[in-house]
């Protein structure tokens, strides 16, 4: 139960993703069409794109790569990370952020919310924003961001 828990509330915020992206005008397009579809010069996304070799050289996925001819060009990947109660996740950060660093071919956001993370690891992962990794936004945050017509 705690599994389909943590699935639903990560879902959650892909949806809350989802949505202000529809609402700022982006259209959602199937993965395998999103790349031919950016020579269309209008605002798109896609969820779960195939963006490359993870540091482990296996497939990697982003939750989302957003195209916009004026203020996202090259594209930008958003990344989702829900955590409700603790665990292990965080020993999974690093892994994360060494990809978004390393291996991810677009500038990224990642939303970070659900405080069940420790507050050391939000701590670092806020650290790391530099190169590749533009911000580090709660789900308010990135409200906030995307007011202010960043998205």
Not at 2 to 10: L, M, N, V
Not at 20 to 38: H, I
Request: proline share 5%; net charge positive; charged share 25%.
């Amino acid at each position: 139960m705690r599994k389909a828990g943590a699935k639903y509330t990560g879902t959650q915020l892909e949806k809350f993703i989802q949505d202000r992206l529809l609402e700022r005008g982006y259209k959602l397009v199937p993965k395998d069409k999103f790349k031919p579809a950016t020579y269309l010069q209008q605002p798109i996304f896609a969820k779960q794109y195939y963006i490359g070799k993870s540091i482990y050289e296996t497939n990697m996925y982003c939750d989302f790569v957003v195209y916009h001819p004026e203020k996202h060009p090259d594209c930008l990947i958003i990344e989702s990370k829900w955590q409700q109660t603790g665990g292990s996740v965080d020993e999974k950060y690093p892994y994360v952020i060494l990809n978004i660093q390393q291996r991810h071919p677009h500038k990224t956001i990642m939303l970070l919310d659900g405080g069940g993370y420790k507050k050391q690891a939000e701590e670092w992962i806020r650290k790391q924003v530099g190169n590749n990794l533009l911000h580090v936004f709660s789900m308010v945050q990135f409200q906030t961001w995307a007011n202010k017509g960043n998205l």
